[in-house]
């Protein structure tokens, strides 16, 4: 049983196009980070959050925390191709663990 | 600065044979963390080191796997008569502090033929 389920696995846009990736749990998390990484490289944090029903904006990124602080979502408007990549989340419960990751193409 | 830094980048070896994965941290960095993933997948927890002790080693799959780190610095991962199955991306990260903020390398493609 995975601690942090992420949705959708995959998704396949157009550039232009918005998009919402979602990280889920049953547990209660103090903070939760998501990071983005691209093929041939290293996972690179985006964001941490750590309140409850907080929302961080990142340029066209917005991540919110779950009022519970057991979910997550990552929206992106208006897609670019430069923001294909693999999208994790991950929540240091003990350690450091991520979802699946949610592989994101954007098509120009 | 200078991110963390892992070599090779790719690795090629036959089934049986050793290889040592290398990992330098960002410096004064204290912890070190180590991932494998495999295509498509998450990042799979193998092993953390605060200094150069390993207080969490319960992600290693076998045996065949052991990690060291010297002078608080540059870490090696082991992987001893290596099997197809252990083909994947190493991950090496390390951190300020313990399960704070990661910061990634690029990662070594290990291929066991």
């Known amino acids: 049983t995975q601690l942090l389920e992420q949705s959708p696995q995959f998704l396949s846009i157009q550039e232009g196009e918005n998009l919402t990736v979602y990280c889920n749990s049953s547990?209660?998390?103090?903070?939760l980070q998501w990071y983005r990484q691209e093929p041939g490289e290293g996972p690179v944090l985006l964001v941490t959050?750590?309140?409850?029903?907080e929302v961080k904006k990142l340029k066209r990124l917005t991540f919110q925390f779950g009022d519970a602080r057991k979910d997550s979502s990552l929206h992106i408007t208006a897609a670019q191709p430069g923001d294909t990549g693999l999208y994790l989340c991950?929540?240091?419960?003990?350690?450091?663990?991520f979802g699946q990751g949610t592989i994101l193409t954007v098509h120009p | 600065g200078a991110g963390v830094s892992q070599s090779p980048s790719n690795k090629v070896t036959e089934k049986g044979k050793d290889v040592e994965l290398r990992c330098d941290p960002i410096?004064?960095?204290?912890?070190l963390y180590w991932y494998r993933q495999s295509l498509g997948q998450g990042l799979e927890f193998l092993i953390y080191?605060?200094?150069?002790?390993?207080?969490?080693k319960s992600g290693l799959p076998s045996d065949r796997f052991s990690a060291e780190r010297t002078g608080g610095s540059v870490s090696t991962l082991t992987i001893q008569r290596t099997q197809q199955e252990d083909s994947a991306v190493y991950l090496c990260?390390?951190?300020?502090?313990?399960?704070?903020?990661?910061?990634f390398g690029p990662g070594t493609r290990l291929t066991v033929t």
């Open positions: 990260a390390s951190s300020l502090g313990s399960w704070v903020e990661q910061y």
């Open positions: 547990s209660v998390f103090s903070s």
């Open positions: 959050v750590v309140t409850g029903g």
């Open positions: 991950g929540t240091s419960y003990g350690k450091l663990t």
């Open positions: 410096s004064g960095h204290t912890a």
């Open positions: 080191f605060q200094g150069n002790s390993a207080p969490d």
